[in-house]
T-cell receptor, first 112, second 110 residues
Framework: SAVISQKPSRDICQRGTSLTIQCQVD?????MFWYRQQPGQSLTLIAT?????????ESGFVIDKFPISRPNLTFSTLTVSNMSPEDSSIYLC?????????FGQGTRLTVV | ELKVEQNPLFLSMQEGKNYTIYCNYS?????LYWYRQDPGKSLESLFV?????AVKQEGRLMASLDTKARLSTLHITAAVHDLSATYFCAAYLNDYKLSFGAGTTVTVRA
C-alpha cells in the first residue's frame, strides 16, 4: 500500500486567483502523477512529475496553467493558476508501487 | 491513443441478483485496473489484472481479463446495498500512466 497525503482537502476560490495543492507520500518514488476529475466525469492525467526535471504534460494541459514542482522524491505540488469556474474539479495525486496505482484523497476545488 | 470504454454507465441493481460491468480498451495494454469510488471520496483499488486469462475475486466482486479481446469484466454476485458506488476501469498506457474509463455508477435497490 501507500500513504498519500494531499492538502487542502477542499477549497473555494475566487476566479482569477491561484491555488497550490500539496502531495506528500510516505516513501521515495521516482514519478508522481497529477489527475483531474471534473464533476461527474472520469479521471484525466494532467502531468507526470519527475524529481530533478520538468514535469511532462499531457495534451491539453500546459505548464503556465498547471505549474508543478517536485523538490524531492516524497513531495510534489500542483498549482492551478488564474482559475475560472471551469477549473472546478477534484485534483488527485498518484503514484505506482509494486504494480499498483495509488491515489491521494483528492482536493475538491470550487471556483466562484 | 488508448481509449477505454465502460458499459453500462449507469447500473441499477436489485439486491441478490448478479450483474456485469464491461471494460473495452482500444490498443494493447499490459495491465488493467479496477477501482471503486464512493461519493466525495478518492479511488479505492479493487483489482490489478496482469495477464491474459487473469481472474481475481474479492467477496462479491470478480474481475477477469481477456487481452486478446481487449476486454475486462467486473462481475457482481448477489448485489448488496454496500456495493453502491462508481466503478472505474483503467488500462495501463506506458510510463506508469493510466487511461480511465468513464465509470459505471451502481445503485443497489432493495
Amino acid at each position: 500500500s501507500a500513504v498519500i497525503s494531499q492538502k487542502p482537502s477542499r477549497d473555494i476560490c475566487q476566479r482569477g486567483t491561484s491555488l497550490t495543492i500539496q502531495c506528500q507520500v510516505d516513501s521515495q518514488v521516482t514519478m508522481m502523477f497529477w489527475y483531474r476529475q471534473q464533476p461527474g466525469q472520469s479521471l484525466t492525467l494532467i502531468a507526470t512529475a519527475n524529481q530533478g526535471s520538468e514535469a511532462t504534460y499531457e495534451s491539453g494541459f500546459v505548464i503556465d496553467k498547471f505549474p508543478i514542482s517536485r523538490p524531492n522524491l516524497t513531495f510534489s505540488t500542483l498549482t492551478v493558476s488564474n482559475m475560472s469556474p471551469e477549473d472546478s474539479s477534484i485534483y488527485l495525486c498518484s503514484l505506482h508501487r509494486a504494480g499498483e496505482a495509488f491515489f491521494g484523497q483528492g482536493t475538491r476545488l470550487t471556483v466562484v | 491513443e488508448l481509449k477505454v470504454e465502460q458499459n453500462p454507465l449507469f447500473l441499477s441493481m436489485q439486491e441478490g441478483k448478479n450483474y456485469t460491468i464491461y471494460c473495452n480498451y482500444s490498443t494493447t495494454s499490459d495491465r488493467l485496473y479496477w477501482y471503486r469510488q464512493d461519493p466525495g471520496k478518492s479511488l479505492e483499488s479493487l483489482f490489478v489484472l496482469l495477464s491474459n486469462g487473469a481472474v481475481k475475486q474479492e467477496g462479491r466482486l470478480m474481475a477477469s481479463l481477456d487481452t486478446k479481446a481487449r476486454l475486462s469484466t467486473l462481475h457482481i454476485t448477489a448485489a448488496v446495498h454496500d456495493l453502491s458506488a462508481t466503478y472505474f476501469c483503467a488500462a495501463y498506457l506506458n510510463d506508469y500512466k493510466l487511461s480511465f474509463g468513464a465509470g459505471t455508477t451502481v445503485t443497489v435497490r432493495a
